[in-house]
Structures are given as C-alpha cells and as structure tokens.
C-alpha cells in the first residue's frame, strides 16, 4: 500500500533494480528533481492517454447501448462490430474546416473548448482508480473535484456567449441555471458522506468502505445513505447534462446548444469533454457510494497484484454506472426546463438537506 | 403540494427501464431486424417492379409499350434487324404498364433495383442490355 502512484513507481524501479543508478546519474548532475519530474510526468501522460482511449471507447459503447435497446445494430464496419468507429470520427473531425463565425468573439470562441476539456481531465488527479493506483492524494480531494467541476459551467457560458448565436445563448443560459441547482444537491449529499469519514482525501473515503458487516454486506456507503445515493446519482446525471436533462444542447429546441456553432477539432473536445465528464461523474459515484476499489470478498489476493485487480473492480463498478446512465439515456424522454428546476429547488434540495440532518444527529447521537 | 402525488415513486420510469432493459439483454422475441445492405440484402417479393427485361424471341416491336408509357420513358429502337424497345430508367416510375399492356409477354420486370449511375446518358438502357434470351417452346 503505497501513498501514491509515484512512489509505487519509485518501488517497482526499486524492485527491478535501476532507480539507485538512474537518481545518482541524476545526483552527480546535480539536478535530482529532474528524475522526480520525469516520473510524474510519466504518471500524468499514462492517465490521460488512458481517459482519453476510454472516452474513445464509451462514444463507441453508447452508440452500441442505445442501438440494442432500439433493436439495431449500430456501427459496424469499421473494426470489429465497429470498434475503431471513434478513430474514424476522430479523423473525419480533424479534417474538417475549423469555422468561426464572422460576429463571434475569437479569443473567448477558441478559449472555451480547452476551458471545458482541462478541467474534464483534472477532475482525475485526485481520483483514486486502484490501491495506490491515485496521482495526487489530495487532503481536500472533494473539494477540489466539486470545485474543479464548477469551471465547466464558466466555460459553457463563454462558448455560447462568443458564438454571438440566440440558440448558443439559450444552451449556455440554461445549462449554467442548471448546473448551480445541481450542484448543490451534489455537495450536500457528498458531505453526508464526508460526515462518516471524517475526511475529505477520496482514499480515506475508499478505506473507510472496506470491510463488510455481518460477514456479506459489503460496508459501502450507498447502505448508509441510500437517499444521498439516489439524490448524487440524479444530481450527478444532470451535471452531466445528459437526457433527462439534457437542456444545454436539446437538438429538438436548440440546434445543438451551446455548441451550434462550434465544427472540426474544437466540436470533437467538446464531444470528448462530455464523456470525459460522464467517466468522471461515474467515478467519483463510485468512490462515495459504492466503494471504489475495495474489494470486500477478496481479502486474500496477493499483494503484488491488488493494485491490478482493485483497478479492475473499480473500472467494473465504473462500467456499471455509465451503463445505467446510457440505459436511463435511452428510456425516458426530455423534461422541461421549469420542472428541472422545480426538481431541483423544491424537491431535491430539502431532500438533501434533511439527509445531512439526519445523517448528523445519528452520528452525534449514536456513533453509528 | 402538488408533487406529494403517485408521480414520486417513480413507476412510470421504472417500467420503462424495465423494458429497455430486457432489448439490451434479449429477453422474449427480440431480434435484430436491420438489414445491413452491401452485406446482406432482403428478400425481395415476387412482384417486385425492377429494371425491364425484354424477351428476344417473343418481342414484335409493335411499340404498343412506347404508346402507353405515361412519362414517354420507351422508345423503339433498331437492334441487329430487329426493333426492340429502349428504356430511359431516369423517368421511368415503374409503373408497369408496360408489362401489363404487352401483347406477346415479352416485357417483365427483374429484381434488380441497383440502377444508380455516374450520367444520365447510362440510365439509358438500350436492347443490348435489357435483352434476354428465353427457350422458344416447341
């Protein structure tokens, strides 16, 4: 059990027996961070080339998802049961015209796109994907992630501001409304969480799920705080911005939202950004309710191979989430705009306020 | 208090997931039914109405094709001594008429139904290839 994945690195160096003469060639430079920043740079360039490859692949699974629920078949072609699809809309997109419409603001036009896909990235920093498989541990990793979700809605509001497009207008509007009574019900439940643990690094949180009670039900959050989960998840699926709430980019109202008037690659880091945000999203659902990595059965793998295996479970419960989600996707319809809010202000903020509450006085009272 | 009604169980989405559900797992009678083209093709009715073909042997080139056509798609045309019609594909409707009003059923309809082309001279479809050669019975 490491701290972080840099020093599982340093150990594995270790282990093969090239750190000590790699950190003195280093040393006899004088120039010893060298190697440190080598190794962190290395972690973050695994990460996103990791996000990136799954974000390619969930654009895949839901084009597949919701073409078996419409009895199709969905892509095909290209790969195997159309597995390279994405690298082809990728291609396609690169070779598109990157337009910028004669009225709109350049510099917020062409800032907005990176706005919202850095932030979509740098949720993962404090995300703890295995045992000591986490780039930085974070003491107010929560914090930090709320916080880092928060730049999304800036970033939307400047893409639809600067198209100097009604439709973009209206997405970027609705999605910011949106966005601010959503989050709120999103904190308030994760601080009900926060409450049991007593911290807010996302491992602590982790180990604090591991274990079970009587033996078979796993100590997972979601059995403490049935309620916080439902109002997280629904909390969470409108952060997303995906149906049933989809009001930034409803096509059958506004062209595409706030990115009507967005083509080639800054259209595709938008596109990525949303799936970025969707693995994000289910992730962190993961980490607070569902236990992230922990595994509570098998207590008894081998040491060497419990980061492997607690990154194969936490992507399985990952997988699951977006599942649900594309699966929701498919059923239900749009809502409208007032019962959104009306959801969101009169129904799920009490909700959640009366589960702090009482989460707080079990806790005061009984030490659960 | 309008929202304390049936509405927050939720049983209406519910069901719905229910049903999506079992078209992603395959529960029941739920097959596949695209068709995917290039690849496979359906099964096409008998009656189906495709490109013309003109039997060699039973055609006269009495034009009574060419007098019926309602968009004046056929004309006939002189083919090795013989006159045979010559269809333009590109204002044809595929109607028929010309089958039913044959008198030697010498014009049938095939089911060939891939007639895009690169100009419009092509979709003429002259003798040489609406020509076929059927068994003269004895």
Known sequence: MFANTYELIVFILNFIGIYNPINDFFKMLGIEYVLRIIIVLVEIAVLFVFILLTVMFLTWMERKVVAMVQARYGPMVTGPRGLLQPVMDGVKLIGKEDIIPAKADRWIFTLAPFLIFIPALLVFIPLPFGESLIISDLNVGLLYIIAISAISPIAILMAGWASNNKYSLMGAVRAVAQDISYTIPLALSAIAVVLYTGSLSTVDIVTAQSGTWFGFIPKWFIFLQPLGFILFLIASIAEMGRIPFDFQESESELVAGFFTEYSGMKFAMFFLAEYAHLFSVSAIVVTLFLGGWSVPFLSFIPAALVPLVSLGVFLVKTYAIIFFAMWLRDTVPRMRIDQLLKIGWKIMIPLALINLLVTAFILTAGRF | ?138
């Open chain 2, 1 to 138: 208090m309008a929202w304390i009604s049936k509405d927050w169980t939720m049983t209406g989405i519910i069901k719905g997931l229910i049903v999506t559900l079992k078209h992603v797992l395959r529960i029941g009678d739920r097959p596949t039914v695209t068709v995917q083209y290039p690849y496979e093709k359906m099964k096409l009715q008998p009656r189906f109405r495709g490109l013309h073909a003109v039997d060699e042997n039973a055609c006269i080139g009495c034009g009574i094709c060419e007098v019926n056509c309602p968009n004046g798609t056929i004309q006939i045309v002189k083919h090795n001594t013989k006159w045979y019609p010559q269809v333009n594909i590109g204002m044809c409707m595929f109607c028929g008429i010309c089958v039913d009003v044959c008198p030697m059923n010498a014009m049938k309809m095939t089911g060939n139904y891939e007639l895009a082309d690169y100009s419009r001279e092509s979709l003429i479809y002259g003798p040489d290839r609406l020509l076929f050669n059927k068994e003269v019975k004895q």
